[in-house]
């Protein structure tokens, strides 16, 4: 059996793993309103040659990660579905992402003198392939081929507002567009690429200008703040966070306050503000208690309610020196995050295991800080994930050099943890 020598130069060209070629692949049959199905045994079965010509969806999905046809990229159709010789082919590197996504070629002719319409059925089929790409960073957390998508939807949504049938729905498609770039900006944030998570949140705040959406744009300033907070630029964060809680939508809905607030928290911490920190806080709790969790929100907001608060009130404790008070936050917020948050469970986890360190049990925090590594098994650490746990390893030969749990870790982990 011969190996597919296309497929596995394609992939060496663009720098894919196999993992990452899945996650590609899946990302944009998500969007196209599909299950994503294809793993780690579908990729070596195309590179094996095992499978020579993918099932219709995933070929649509293979052929808009690399811009090649199924068969430029080494996969033989069986004899009785190869086109005629004299048919031609739409280059696939013309095709816009979303349409090669469902497998399907535009093939109806339009009724001349009639301009195409979009309306509703768009704007409902656009939201969809948001929400899908939200959960996927739910469980993998933020990286390329999720950017991609959430830009080539982005792209999609303004291409449809030229066509929009009224100016209602010319707005939603404008608010959508606003969401996918914001989307494209968390999973640069989440890789911790903060100038072009920047770049992409000013497009994504002029799209929520244009789509007159206070939603979006309290997104985009929370965005803001972790951007900031990245940079450790602290004064900025609360700024952000402020400009988010300025937005309508939370003097609408008290959850939307209560993240604002909690943004704040973070910042005024950072800066080792101890009363502003807690008082700050104490609002965001106090507006959560407000706030009906049942209502409905966009999808990006999923993650935000008791328990991501108690895991952001853990942060700020640890901030501020209660090293004890973040551990208790930590476990009550591992208690509560909903499993398929892995990336958020991850995350605390290693919050849980610096609060540990920080009261010198060293032995305990180093074997907290190797549950955050299964929590993520099979998928690539993001970026931010990385950057907590290199802090984490910083921390642990600091205050326990001479530890031989701490080296141990470090020889077993620093691989992981601080790949790129």
């Known amino acids: 059996m011969e190996g597919n020598e296309s497929l596995n130069n394609a992939m060496q060209e663009r720098g894919l793993t196999q993992v990452e070629l899945a996650d ?34 995933q070929r649509a999905a293979l052929e808009a990660v690399f811009g090649y046809t199924a068969e430029e990229l080494g996969f033989n159709p069986p004899a009785r579905r190869r086109r005629p010789a004299t048919e031609p082919e739409l280059p696939v590197r013309r095709r ?15 009724f001349v003198g009639a301009p195409p319409q979009v309306g509703t059925s768009d704007v409902l089929r656009l939201r969809s392939g948001l929400d899908a790409l939200m959960q996927l ?13 959430a830009l080539a939807g982005a792209a999609e949504a303004l291409e449809k507002q ?47 200008g244009m789509a007159q959406d206070p939603v ?19 004064t900025e964060t609360v700024d952000a966070g402020l400009a988010a809680h300025a937005t309508s939508i939370t003097k609408r809905d008290p959850l939307f306050a209560s993240l ?22 104490g609002h965001a709790q106090e507006a959560l208690g407000k706030a009906a969790q049942d209502d409905p929100r966009p999808s990006w907001m999923a993650f935000y309610g008791p328990a991501e608060v108690t895991a952001m009130t853990a942060i700020v404790r640890d ?40 009261q010198r049990d060293i032995d ?33 030969i600091t205050l326990a050099p001479d530890a031989g749990v701490a080296r141990e870790w470090g020889d077993r982990y620093r691989a992981a943890w601080s790949r790129t």
């Open 24 to 57: 590609a692949v899946n990302s944009r049959l998500i969007c196209a309103g599909h299950d994503g199905t294809v793993g780690d045994r579908t990729i070596r079965n195309w590179l094996t040659g095992k499978t020579r010509w993918p099932h219709p969806r």
């Open 96 to 110: 816009n992402f979303l349409s090669a996504t469902t497998g399907t070629a535009a093939t109806v002719v339009p």
């Open 137 to 149: 960073d739910d469980t993998r957390g933020g990286h390329e081929s999720l950017e991609r998508a």
């Open 162 to 208: 030229k066509l929009g049938a009224t100016q209602r729905i010319r707005l939603r498609l404008f608010s959508i567009a606003a969401d996918y770039t914001a989307t494209a900006a968390w999973s640069a944030l989440d890789a911790r690429q903060a100038d072009r998570a920047q770049a992409l949140l000013g497009r994504a705040l002029y799209l929520a």
């Open 216 to 234: 979006a744009e309290m997104r985009v300033w929370n965005s803001y703040a972790m951007v900031a907070h990245q940079r450790g630029e602290h």
């Open 260 to 281: 604002a607030h909690a943004r704040m928290a973070i910042g005024h911490s950072s800066l080792g503000d101890r009363p502003a920190a807690l008082r700050s806080l």
């Open 319 to 358: 901030r501020i020196g209660d090293s004890a008070g973040a551990e208790a936050a930590s476990h009550n917020a591992l208690g509560a995050i909903p499993k398929q948050f892995r990336r958020n469970r991850a995350l605390a986890t290693t919050r849980l295991a610096l609060a540990q360190l920080h």
């Open 364 to 396: 305990q925090a180093c074997t907290t800080a190797s549950a955050a590594f299964g929590l993520m098994a099979g998928s690539p650490l993001p970026g931010r994930m990385r950057s907590l746990l290199g802090d984490f390893y910083r921390d642990l």
